[in-house]
């Protein structure tokens, strides 16, 4: 082989560049191969840090997943903005959750019991005081639940960040395409790359997203059970900005999302479509994201769009991600992330050390679908 490694990842998004970076910070000779570093899903998400606005009622393990990343997160974006020079627009005025209509009030209020029994800092607001934190909310707004610890940045900056400071710490970027694992003796030794070349490592982290389970030279047993889930997103742009916190909206029944950046973005999204490796923009996934916002802030059809885009997001069975050891030697996973891709990228990156915590990494374990089997 004709270059060596410590440790290669497949996948240069948010989640591969992360555990790259972290492990390159650890002294080991770290390779990245991605032809198109940070063009899938971390080019389409939003960045929304909310695992307390986004909680569910039967994944309280991923919302463990989520709140331990999220401590991990104010410490994570300082080391990297000042490793890379790369500011990342973490912001931390947290998620209002809001409801249009009676049915979605209903449903808001619901939540609002379940994340109180659960303990999480989130407080229950009326109408009236919904509008007096974002006055740009339409008068329909019924009202809503304000997760004041969610935050959010902006992925795309976080990508160029990772980029900057693996390179800094002397990580090596592969612009080429992965075709192949290599395994000598039942145990992963490197990846035949698209060029031709064979690469070796003495660990292999799979973390190509939607595409994870489609590396060949791998046993079944190996290969990590995600699937593609399509999601559509707008970018919009106004004067001045018009939101000072990501705003998650039911109309409905149907989810909507604005994340505000600092310069009059609002990121609106987003669609979630089980379409395989679909990636085209539809006139009805813009719509129905238009139509929602529109309900919820008025003002958005009057600004500029100035991007649209779909991503797939890497989907798992149990909606877990899976990270750490796979059923081959040699092979590590860290894809699977779902919506959860940005806000778990720290944790992740800790759980692809040999230190990690022992009961977070038993809850997004690979070997959990060998063990079902």
């Not at 270059?3 to 910070?25: N, P, Y």
């Not at 463990?64 to 990297?80: I, T």
């Not at 979605?104 to 989130?122: E, I, M, R, S, T």
């Not at 070796?200 to 889930?229: F, M, N, Q």
Request: proline share 7%; with cysteine.
């Amino acid at each position: 082989m004709a270059h060596h490694f410590d440790v290669l990842v497949i996948g240069g998004g948010v989640i591969g560049l992360s555990v790259a970076w972290r492990a390159a910070g650890r002294g080991l000779r770290v390779a990245v191969a991605d032809p198109e570093p940070g063009t899938g899903a971390s080019h389409a998400a939003a960045g929304m840090l909310a695992p307390v606005s986004e909680v569910t009622y039967t994944e309280e393990p991923l919302l463990r997943l989520g709140l331990a990343s999220l401590e991990r997160w104010p410490a994570f974006a300082a080391e990297l903005a000042e490793a890379s020079g790369h500011d990342v627009d973490y912001r931390t005025e947290g998620t209002l959750d809001v409801a249009f209509g009676s049915d979605d009030l209903a449903a808001l209020d619901d939540l609002a019991v379940f994340v109180a029994k659960l303990g999480l800092p989130a407080e229950r607001l009326t109408g009236r005081e919904c509008r007096r934190l974002e006055p740009m909310l339409a008068p329909a707004v019924r009202g809503g639940m304000l997760a004041g610890k969610d935050a959010w940045v902006d992925p795309r900056r976080v990508v160029v960040a990772l980029l900057s400071a693996l390179e800094r710490a002397g990580g090596t970027l592969l612009r080429t395409r992965v075709t192949g694992a290599v395994t000598t003796a039942g145990t992963v030794t490197g990846v035949r790359l698209e060029t031709g070349e064979t690469v070796g490592a003495d660990r292999v982290v799979l973390a190509a997203g939607a595409w994870s389970a489609t590396l060949d030279g791998l046993p079944p047993e190996a290969l990590p059970p995600v699937r593609p889930v399509k999601g559509q997103i707008m970018r919009l742009r106004s004067s001045a900005p018009i939101l000072r916190r990501c705003v998650r909206g039911t109309v409905h029944g149907s989810y909507v999302y604005l994340v505000p950046r600092g310069d009059g973005e609002v990121v609106l999204g987003a669609t979630q479509e089980e379409m395989g490796f679909d990636t085209r923009v539809t006139a009805g996934g813009l719509w129905e994201l238009l139509r929602d916002a529109r309900e919820l802030v008025p003002g958005v059809t009057e600004f500029e769009v100035t991007d649209v885009v779909a991503g797939l997001r890497p989907g798992s069975p149990d909606n877990l991600p899976l990270v750490g050891p796979a059923a081959v030697p040699g092979l590590w996973l860290a894809t699977g992330h779902h919506r959860g891709g940005v806000l778990l990228a720290p944790l992740t990156a800790d759980l692809c050390s040999d230190t990690a915590d022992p009961e977070l990494s038993a809850i997004c374990s690979p070997l959990r679908f060998q063990e079902r089997r």
